[in-house]
């Protein structure tokens, strides 16, 4: 049994196969290195790395390194965190494996590019990769993510489309494929296809999940609702399904239950963004606001996701409302806050707009001018809104 055969079994997605096969070998030659080297690809897809480690190091012991060993070995130093040296490998199976290329070194280094948040490199390492296995499931999903990521939302389409008739029972395709749908507006589409994939994957928590936030993004508050709260008795250690819960306890009118969720999770070392993000709403909602508690909530949702514009954003708009307090300090506050927000998504109208309104209200009408021209150029043309305030600005100020 040569590498190439049991190579041929993963690329097909025939894994138990594959690894019967190397197993197979294995029994009669307990230092075959070809089998070594398959079933050491597939202690790593499974995360056992420990594994993975000891069998390659049995395939390499005489000392001779090939590409399928670098390959293995890469993917360790990036679980190791060695960043620089699966990088290292990566390149250099791609630079000798010209007359045969291999798809996983391209998608591995798209997968490192991509963890460091270099998408246009990720892309194209990807796309790589896609071209020279076009029926890797894997591959179509992950250069969709970075798609997504660089906002080619039509451009992802396909690619998910391809993965999910490639691999019928990847949760995560239905899912990122649902975000992209929403994203272009088709809300029934999104609905649909998370109804497809509960049937082909009953219960999953992932697609139920998803389904509820599609939902209520519909306007079926109930059938969300009872998801959300299935979901969170069936999880109640996961902050991401409580957190929703709290969500569609604040939308529907529930504010102290959805204050005591929040609470909860934070009294267990539980809280995310989401949960601040919610306690702060809710805080800001009472009678009367409880605004000091709502900013010291906000600013934790900033700290738990440095990426998160929208808990910067509300902070910043926070601050710049307030009435009480020294309004030099907090306008002040409040735009090196939302310089934040637009340091975290600098594509953003909202911020932009926050910090042209703050600016004008210390009294620089240039600069605010400009930014709020800035919004005009950011702004698509669907936000009205947006556009709408940012002319009136230039307008009030002359």
Known sequence: MTITSMQALLKAGEVDK???????????????????????????????????????????????????????????????GDLDGARA???????????????????GLGFLLAAEEDFPGARKSLQ????????VAAYRFHLARILFALEELKLALPQLEKALEL??????T???WSVVLQQLGEMETAENLLRQGLKLI???????????AVLAARGNVSESYSLAKRLAVQFPDDASMQGNLARMMMATGHRQEALDVC????HRGL?????????????????????????????EAMDLDPNDWACANNLGNLLMRWEEGNADERLTAAAEILEEALRRAPSRAEPLLNLALVTARRGDKAKAQALARDVLKKAPAGEKELREQAERLIKTLG
Not at 53 to 64: F, H, P, S, Y
Not at 167 to 172: G, I, Q, R, V
């Open 271 to 299: 809280s995310t963004a989401q949960t601040k993000s919610i306690e702060a709403m809710v805080l800001e909602s009472m009678e009367p606001p409880d605004i000091e508690g709502a900013v010291s909530a906000w600013r």
């Open 128 to 135: 790589r990769a896609v071209e020279l296995e076009p029926e």
């Open 89 to 107: 490998l990566y390149t250099q199976v791609i630079l000798e494996s010209t007359q045969n290329p291999r798809a996983e070194a391209h998608f």
């Open 174 to 176: 239905y899912v990122i």
């Open 167 to 172: 691999n019928p029972l990847h949760p995560p």
């Open 18 to 80: 594959a690894r019967a096969r190397a197993e197979s070998v294995l029994s009669t030659n307990k230092n075959h290195r070809d089998a070594l080297l398959t079933l050491a690809k597939l202690a790593s897809v499974d995360g056992d790395w420990a594994r993975a480690e000891e069998l390659l190091n049995r395939a390499t012991k005489d000392g001779v390194e090939d590409t399928d060993s670098r390959l293995v070995r890469a993917a360790l130093a990036s679980e190791k």
């Open 202 to 212: 009953p219960d999953h928590p992932e697609l139920l999940n998803q389904l509820g």
């Open 263 to 266: 609470r909860s999770l934070a």
